[in-house]
């Protein structure tokens, strides 16, 4: 029988309608054209450019301080979130859930928009700690999920288990529980780390004076920089979100492979 | 040999359910102890108890003398074969044997390595000690859970119905392992099942329970052969129930009782009921004989007359189920020389039942729990058990 080409087709096009624009940005990343669309020989111009560039490094600073203060901030209130939605069951939960879930499908610039009303009304100023406080809201709901997603085949007899073996409470949390949860948790930190370098829309409605972040700097030179250089950012930036995704992936495998 | 382990008047509420019941017992050193009962009936949450990780609402629990009633789990030295196991995922099979012994920091490492060595090899894992858990059957994952509680030594070794997850032939090879294992150490087993041939074949002594309450407490065959309530007589071992009265008392050990149907039979009487008392008469299966025609008997024998229903031939022995007067009995024999009998008995066969004063036993009162059991004996446990 001859096997239809059709699947096949609509696979190809479709990974190269995602992925031609990408590669498209990293190849140009590396050409010596100022204005891509030619080849003009290979060259790392771009990149020794960004380098000097003050206002990006300081963006990227703000960035990541960004990213690692939320990462940490919602991976203790996220796993505690999760332990709370795994442990105890009632009606009160199931709003918690709710509330948990809901960021995840609410339109990105619906919570910008009420996370600014909120900072106006509150007469908070913004700034990084806006910045932060509103990637904490989002980050908190992904590593919940995460979490949640490992403690549904959690056995929890192995912390009687320990116990009954001569382990008290902060032994157990140590040896058992911290080994046990750690991929679920680190899988969820890279995904709020991510999350947190990649936002732009959020960002966009918080910010304020002097905390540009690196998406908001990218914007900005989309209409004023060069948009050679714009590619090596980009790249860069690609080169990080996938490291960080695929690590996360593989942590998630990783554990699973181990029960 | 004084009393190892002492159960005081222990009561364990969870709202309305009275999981434990004012149970009181008493556990030998060295003594593999059954707490036997169908599910449901708070053993679990009794063996609970004596690992710590209930607290019981009344009582006191006492080992080898020390009150451990308010002592936390890890601060005693008792420890517990999980139903499920419940091994450590992250660690080897070897570091699972350790936890206990790195967590207490006992003795120093290279101790701790020998010791371990030493426990692999008396539960068979050697080949294994370095794989996950999760890479084990589950007759292996039983070792570790066995080999890591043993190695801490502990005074006494809480086994919570350990072979329930095992297949039949598997179940059977980890009994006898079992058996060995604790003669070998020598440390105090209790063991709890619902599985009345578990408990049997293992036991030094057994504590029925049901709803909470100790029913009784005995060896193997003094509870098999002399249960002092009508749901230990159903619940261990088939047995048929006739509901009767006592006529009179005959000597000093003996009754003469009515029960419908049937002339007076006679009856051992051990605990001395009176007359007029509405009594069980419980009998075995096996200790009735069947035959066509009437055989002499002494008059310490009783016989009545029925009328074969159903016969299933079960290669080592034969279940026949006879209609008399109204009672159905249910009887098996064992069969040396089945086809030498000149007439093996058949369907609608008219037959002599009889048996020993001996072999029967009278039951006082029931309660109102243990009727089920009696309409339905051999099932009552079976069905109380997919329940859970
Ligand atoms: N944590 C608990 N909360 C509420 N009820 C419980 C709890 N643990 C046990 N029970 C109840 O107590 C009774 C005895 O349970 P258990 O000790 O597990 O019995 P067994 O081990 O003999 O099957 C059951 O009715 C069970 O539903
Ligand atoms: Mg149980």
């Known amino acids: 029988m001859k096997r239809s080409r059709f699947p096949m087709a609509v696979t190809a096009s479709v990974l190269v309608f995602f992925y031609l624009p990408i590669a498209v940005l990293v190849v140009n990343s590396f050409n010596a054209s100022v204005y891509g669309g030619r080849w003009e020989g290979f060259s790392l111009r771009w990149y020794a450019k960004l380098a000097g560039q003050r206002e990006i490094l300081h963006a990227l600073e703000n960035t990541l301080l960004i990213a690692v203060s939320a990462t940490l901030v919602s991976c203790a209130l996220g796993t505690l979130a999760a332990f709370a939605l795994h442990r105890y069951r009632s009606a009160l939960q199931r709003w918690h859930f709710t509330l948990i879930y809901t960021p995840l499908v609410v339109p990105e610039i619906l919570m910008g928009m009420s996370l600014l009303l909120t900072f106006v009304a509150a007469g908070v100023r913004l700034g990084l700690f806006t910045i932060f406080l509103a990637h904490v809201t989002f980050c908190i709901s992904y590593v919940a999920m995460v979490v949640l997603a490992r403690l549904q085949d959690f056995d929890f007899s192995v912390i009687e288990a320990a116990q009954d073996l001569g382990a008290n409470a902060w032994v157990t949390a140590r040896r058992v529980l911290a080994p046990m949860l750690a991929p679920g948790i680190a899988s969820g930190a890279l995904l709020a780390l991510t999350l947190s370098i990649d936002d732009f829309v959020i960002s966009f409605f918080v910010a304020g004076p002097g905390s540009t972040t690196l998406p908001i700097r990218i914007y900005s030179m989309i209409k004023f920089g060069s948009p050679a250089m714009l590619n090596a950012l980009s790249t860069l930036l690609l080169v990080v979100t996938f490291t960080l995704v695929w690590t996360s992936q593989h942590l998630i495998t990783k554990g699973e492979q181990a029960k | ?388």
């Open chain 2, 1 to 388: 040999m004084a009393d190892f382990l002492e159960i005081e008047d222990v009561s364990r509420h969870f709202r309305n359910i009275r999981a434990v019941d004012h149970v009181s017992l008493t556990v030998r050193k060295g003594e593999f102890y059954s707490l036997l009962g169908p599910s449901g009936c708070g053993k679990t949450t009794l063996l609970r108890m004596l690992a710590g990780f209930e607290r019981p609402d009344t009582g006191r629990i006492r080992l080898d003398g020390r009150d451990i009633t308010d002592l936390p789990p890890h601060k005693r030295t008792v420890n517990t074969i999980f139903q499920n196991y419940a091994l450590l995922p992250h660690l080897t099979v070897r570091q699972n044997i350790a936890f206990g012994l790195q967590v207490q920091k006992k003795m120093p490492r290279k101790e701790i390595d020998e010791a371990v060595d030493r426990m692999l090899s008396l539960v068979q894992l050697e080949s294994q000690a370095d794989k996950k858990p999760g890479l084990l059957s589950g007759g292996q994952k039983q070792r570790v859970a066995v080999g890591r509680a043993l190695i801490l030594q502990p005074q006494v070794l809480l086994l919570d119905e350990p072979l329930a997850a095992l297949d039949l032939k598997l179940r059977q090879k980890m009994l006898m392992e079992l058996d060995l294992i604790h003669d070998q150490v020598g440390i105090t087993f209790i063991y709890v099942t619902h599985d009345q041939g578990e408990a049997m074949s293992l036991s030094d002594r057994i504590a029925v329970m049901n709803n909470g309450r100790i029913e009784q407490v005995g060896k193997p065959a003094e509870i098999y052969e002399a249960p002092r309530s009508s749901f230990v007589a159903a619940f261990i071992g088939d047995t048929n129930f006739f509901e009767g009265q006592v006529l009179e008392l005959v000597g000093d050990e003996y009754s003469r009782l009515n029960i419908s149907g049937f002339a007076d039979l006679v009856c051992f009487n051990d605990k001395k009921i009176s007359a007029g008392n509405p009594v069980f008469l419980s009998i075995r299966p096996e200790k009735f004989h069947i035959g066509r025609n009437r055989p002499e008997l002494s008059p310490k024998h009783n016989i009545v007359r029925g009328r074969v229903e159903d016969i299933i031939y079960l290669g080592g022995m034969t279940k026949y189920w006879v209609q008399a007067e109204g009672h159905k009995i249910s009887i098996t024999r064992q069969h040396s020389r089945f086809f030498l009998d000149e007439e093996p008995i058949r369907w609608n066969d008219d037959v002599w039942v009889w048996w020993h004063a001996d072999d029967g036993f009278m039951l006082e009162r029931y309660s109102e729990a243990d009727e089920n059991l009696v309409s339905l004996p051999p099932d009552a446990s079976g069905t109380a058990e997919t329940a859970q």
